[in-house]
Each structure stands twice: as C-alpha cells, then as structure tokens.
C-alpha cells in the first residue's frame, strides 16, 4: 500500500515538473543577451528583432532599446554611470551575452568588470576600445581666446572660403558641423570625453584585458570601389538603414556641374590656342605691307611711310575697341570663374584631409613612394622650377623655361603621399582593437555608423555573417545562441 | 576680336549644365574616341590629349617649412587625363568630344592615401567619363555608356559665331618689327602697352577691368601670342596667373604646358597658398578649312 500510494505521489511530482518545463516562458536553452547602442549621434544601434524574428535566433534581450531607447539603458549617463544605472537590469541573471556597438561597447566593459559574472561574453562592434583621436580633435581647444574647438575653428575658415566662391556644397558643411557641435556641446562633453584617445576612463579600462571571452567587429571604408568620404558618413546618420544616399547624389551633381564648368572654360580658352592675337589687325598690317600701301618696310629706298602705315593700323584697331574690351573682360571672368571653383574643390579636400589626419596619430603618419610615368612629371617640374623662381615676385619668363628644361630630361617622378590606417571615417582600425580577442571580423566598407545596420534589401550581410560564425558557438560556446 | 568672343560665349552657352537625368539606355559603343572629322563644312578642328594635375604650395617657397602635415598632404597632386576633338563650323556650330583616358600616363595612387583624390568620391557609375557636343546638345555619359544629364545650346548666338568663324584666316605670322606695329596701333586706340622691363621679347599690357582690378596680358612678340595671363584685384593682390608654354615645331608652334594658379589664406598654418593645375598637352593637331 505504502509502495502503491509513493508510486503516485511520484507520478504527480513527474507530471508536474514535466508541465512547468514544458509551460515555462524562459525556455532552458533561450540566451539572456543586453544590446547596447552607442550614443544617438555616433550610431544608428542595433535591430536584434532582425536576428529574432529573422534570423530566428533564440534570445531574450534585457535591455529593449529597440522600442525604449532608455528602458534600462542611458548612455548619456556617461560610461560608469550608464553602467551602474544598467546593473539592476542585469543583476542575478546567468549567461549574459552583451553585444554593444560605439560607446555602448565602452559601457559594456565597466559593466563586465564591475558585476558579479552576470556577463559571460562580449561582441564588441566598432568601439573606441583605444579611445577615438577625431573626438579628442572635435572636443580639443582652439587654443585661442574662443571656446569653439580646433575642428569648429576649421570648419568656420573652411566655410569662409567656399561663402566667398559661392561654392555650392548640398551643405555638406553645414551638416558635419551639426554634427560636430553636437559632439562638442558642454552639454555632451562629458559624455564624449569618455571616447576621448588617451583619457583616464580608457586607460582603466584596458589596464587588464576582460577575463570574459569577447569578439571584435570592425569596420573601415578603404579599398578599391569605395566612394565613402564624409558625405555618405553624413548621409548614414541621417538615415534609418545607415545605407540612403540622398546628400551623396546631391554632392555628386554638384561635382559634376564642377567638372563640366571647368571643362567646359578650359575648351573655350584653348580654341583661342589655333588663333593668332589679334588675326584681324595682323592681316591687315599683311595685306598693307604685301599691297605696299605704304611702300615696302624692308626697301630702304622705297620711303616706307610709316606714319600712314600706324594711322591705318591705328583707325582699325580703334574700331576694335570696344570688341576688345569685350574679350578682355570676359576672359578675366573666365579666369575667376575656374579659380572660384578650384577654390570650392580644395575647400573640401582640406575638410576631407584634416578629418582623416585627426584619426590618426599625426606625428606617426606613413609616407609612401608612388612611382609615376614619365607623362605625370609635370607637378614635379613645377615644384622644382618654382622654388627657383616663385615666390611673391617670380620669374614667369625663367620659370616656364625651366619647366620646359625639366620635361625634356623626361625624369619618371616619385611622388610623396601620406597614408592612412584602415578606419571608419570615425575609428581607425587600432583604435577598434583589443588584444585578447576570440576572433575578429572586418566589415568591409562599412562607415562607423553602418556597422551596426545591414544592408537594405539584402537577407545577409557582413554583420550577419559575423553573428551567425559566433551564435553558432563555433569560435566558441560563450558566443553561442540557439536557434528557436 | 569680336569673333574671339563670340566664339567662347557661344561655346560656354552650348556646354551648359547636364542637369541629372541618369538613364539606364546604354550608348554604342565605338572604336575610335572620337567620331569627328575634318569636312568641307568644317571650319577648324582642334585634337589634343591633356593631362592635368591639381595640387596646393605656399605661394612663397620659404614658408615650405611652416606648413603643417594636412597642408603637405594637398601637395599630393590629383591627377585627370582626357582626350578632346572640338570642331568649329562654318555655319557657326560647335561639335565637341572630351573623354576621361590617358590613365596609363597617370600615378596609382594606394588605396589609403591622404590626398591625392577628389574629397568626396563618386560612385563609378556617377562619375562623368564622356561629354558629347552635337548640333548644341551636351550630353554626359559614365563609363559604361549611360547617360547622365543632357542639355541644350542656345540657337540664337549661331548667327554669332558664323561671323566669327568668317573672320578666322589663315594669316601668316608678322615678322621682326612688323608685329610692333600691330602693338604701337593698339597703343594708339588708348590701350596701356608697354615692353617689358624685364624681358624684351614681352610686351606688356595692362587693362583696368570694371571693378577696379586689373587684367594684365604679356605677349610673346616673337610667338604673337599671349603667353601669360594675371588677373589683379583692386587691392593689388594677385588673383590668378594662366601662362601657356609653346614650343616650335615641324608642324609650327603647339602648346606644350598650360599653368593656372589661383590663392587662398590656408587656415592650418594661416600661410599665403597657391592651387597650381598645370596641364601638359599632347598629341596637338590643328587643321584649319577657311
């Protein structure tokens, strides 16, 4: 009887725990996972319902930001205050992937040391692991009596230039500087000082490296077949996907105007190049001299009359006069024309260099060699000949002989050129690392802001291929997430 | 020289904007760059190959060593080759081809070099590769044959340049002192020449513009040719230099080097710079039907 009746009592037990597994909302195998954004004006943030509904990957995020982007989770706290503010979310949990992009990765982090084990791995997506040299210029002094930063200071000048030439920019300028005040408003500062290279936030944080496993995902715009430039950066904050290109195609026709104006002024100044100066007035000094109107110039005894000969030659030319006039103003306009435009393209390149110098330690920047043709050595001619004979009174005259000089030794230039590490147009690649790492995928022309998006219309993506290598745990079970 | 300007007015009205219109219908492609050949209604065609190259320096080779290392990094100069066959006719239309080549003469550039390039990159198929000029409608096209934009000329300046091209003779070049009295005229309808005290065989005229700057010409008188060409402001600062280099050869005097320079106040080092494109020409044909 006894045996009968503990029988049953442990067929109920059985039953029942069967059922509360069976019923539970938190399936065994379901992964607890944080997904942290960067701050809004660095990054797009994650879409984890992608890898959920999609993807069909089985996880819970503790954190949804996706629909609340502060639900538990405010960088703008700054990196330890956002982390503290986001342990009670995470506290007591067991297995907690985190998968952070930007300064979100920097929160991560400080969150991993400080907590009790709750996080067991990290996936670490274009973070300033090493800190970011472009804050630390956006947010540096100017050194000067205003509180504007060096790269506002630029950006005034550099505007200054293309106000001055009318320089038609789809206000390209006009967005990286929001961009850039939003970065360096007091407000934010001491939020971004946080990615700034050097700082002592970043210098605690990779005292030690994690003693959790972690990943790094980085990305960089370099390589053949990129237009990636601060344009389309601009372009991916402004957009929902990171991929529109609304301001880049508006720079493009702008540049193409650009091109099409000083292409189309360089044809009109060289048809003047199968026209002798001034034709008329020289055939009819021919046609007076070969008639002998006024005698023969090259006949000592024929009394050439040279006081009739100038007074026709000068009643003609007077007639020109205004015609003249004409072509002399419009070939100075044509000029001023090309320099205005020459001033706009060189407006955007200085933006453009001194953005990709400010991510890169500048006193440690490579030069390079590039061999050229023999056909390219014109620049090399006149670097050479104007150092002779430039200056701020040259000798045009000597100048152009010696350019000829130089042409005719046919010398094959080496041309200077500094480079650049890989980078984001915000991150180089150095400053995305962190040694110690499972493995590392490259997200090949992808911008800061694009790394944490894919592309549109695309079911896979270098970022999915990424997650999919680590939630299949095969670089390691830390990583893993089933699949539902 | 009238006609002179006729023909660059009419010419920058037919090469107006290609304004966007990106079509996906593809071009035939041909052979040969350009289709376009001298013919009985021609009036003169000109063909040559150029290649361009854009670069920033201090305007004063001293302050070399004052500038900083993004001012050094505009020093890598950006290079552009193109093919051109532009004819003038006699009816006063212009038909023009200008296509992007010539990269066999140009550096490779690596992929991570700073400068160097156009600051803001195109996609390939963005990029203007083709300009065709027929019967007053430009048309652009990428590399791949689409077109890009398109415009129209302005019919009503035709009448214009058909008087041009009536007075562009065949005209041989004055000899010795003969030029001088094309000069001593033009002196003697109120114009500011002068020989240059610096070279002999240049004469210099100065021209006081509208707005108070200055256009200053200096002629080759052995060439009769301007060779150079200044643009002054009002202040007296320098505006731009446009300087040809010829040389003589069997088939008579070409242009070998064009030089533009233009200035600007650098705001990294606050130094006085210059934005040098010097173009070299090659392959210069000119064949004249008047």
Known sequence: MFVTRNKQYLFIVLCALIQANLLSPLHAQTRNTIWLDGLQTTSLGFKPSRYYDLKNYDFEDLVDTEFNPNAGYNPWLGVEGAADYLYPIVEGQNNVLGIAHDYGGLILRDLAIDDNDEISAMILNGVPNQGSSAISLVMGDSGGSSSDSRMQVILDEVKGIKQDDDCKDCNVIGQFENWVDEIAHPDNSSVFSDMKSDNVLINNLNAESPDIPFAIIWGSVQGVNTNQSIVTLMDSRASITGNDTE?????????????????????????????????????????????????????????????GFLEALAAFADSLKDPIIDYLESDSEIDQRAASLLR?????????????????????????????????????????????????????????????????????????????????????????????????????????????????????????????ELFSGSVSPAFAIPQQ | MKHIVFVLGVAALLFSSCREDKQVDARPTESSFSALTMTEDAAVRLRYDMITATFVLPEDPADTTDLTIEEKALATPVYRGKRVNQMVYKNGTVDADMEKGLEESLPDYPDNAIGGKRAFPMAEEDQLHRIEVRGGTVTCYNAEGEILGSGLSNTGNIAYLQTAVQHLGEGGVLEGEQFEYVLESLRQAGFDIVDDAQHSNLAKWTYQRADGGQRILYIDKALQKITTRINVSASGETETVSQYLFEETDSGVVPVVHRFVTYFDSPFSETRMTIRKVSKFKNFEIEKNL
Not at chain 1, 293 to 300: E, I, K, L, T
Not at chain 1, 368 to 374: E, F, I, M, Q, R
């Open chain 1, 247 to 307: 301001l880049a195609d508006c720079v493009s026709e702008r540049l193409r105007e650009q091109q099409k104006k000083l292409d189309d002024d360089e044809l009109i100044k060289n048809i003047g190049l199968g026209l002798t100066l001034f034709k008329s007035i020289v055939e009819l000094a021919g046609s007076l001299i070969s008639d002998q109107v006024f005698g023969d110039p090259n006949d000592d005894d024929s009394n050439f009359d040279t006081g």
């Open chain 1, 344 to 468: 706009c393209q060189v407006a955007n390149q200085m933006l453009s260099v001194k953005w990709e110098l400010a991510m890169i330690d500048a006193g440690g920047t490579e030069v390079g060699l590039v061999d050229a043709p023999t056909d390219a050595a014109l620049p090399f001619c006149e670097d050479h000949c104007w150092e002779q004979f430039g200056g701020t009174t040259p000798d045009r005259v000597a100048w152009g002989q010696c350019i000829l000089e130089c042409l005719q030794n046919n010398q094959a230039p080496q041309i200077s050129v500094y480079l650049t590490p890989d980078h984001d147009l915000l991150l180089t690649k150095q400053e995305q690392q962190l040694a110690g790492q499972a493995n590392t995928y490259h997200l090949f022309n992808h911008n800061h802001f694009q790394e944490s998006r894919d592309r549109p219309g695309d079911n896979t993506s270098d970022l999915d291929d990424a997650f999919e």
